[in-house]
């Protein structure tokens, strides 16, 4: 049974979930969105930090955690934004790390962005 994660956030406009329990699973996306809906525009770091606190806002609706963290896929419009966020990224996640991917794209669909995550979490039992 899938089951919606409600947070604070507005509703997404294109045909999606922000996140969904499955089978003991959270799999979630993350955007530089603030719960009032505005989008961060700015450097790589300010987009990072309301990317992650967005992450913690839907782990803690799904009853998890950061350390729940399995896998997490960042998306970003330029590798050279990389050492940034990765600054950011150790404020959030400890060793041992979840598996992780950063991927180089051309643009992202959420104007403005430099960067989206996708992040898969074990639900505590």
């Not at 499955?22 to 961060?40: A, K, M």
Request: proline share 8%; net charge negative.
């Amino acid at each position: 049974m899938h089951r919606i994660i409600e947070t604070s956030f507005k509703k997404p406009p294109a045909p999606h979930a922000w996140a969904i329990a499955s089978n003991g699973t959270l799999h979630s996306v993350h955007v530089p969105i603030r719960s009032d809906g505005t989008i961060e525009n700015g450097n790589a770091t300010l987009q990072a930090e309301v990317t992650f606190a967005d992450l913690k806002a839907t782990l803690e609706a799904a009853g998890a955690e950061f350390s729940d963290v399995t896998l997490v896929q960042i998306y970003l419009t330029s590798l050279e934004h990389k050492p940034a966020v990765d600054e950011v990224y150790k404020r959030f996640f400890f060793e041992p790390y979840p598996v992780r991917a950063c991927i180089a794209v051309s643009e992202l669909p959420t104007p403005a962005t430099i960067i989206e995550m996708v992040v898969t979490a074990a639900l505590p039992q």
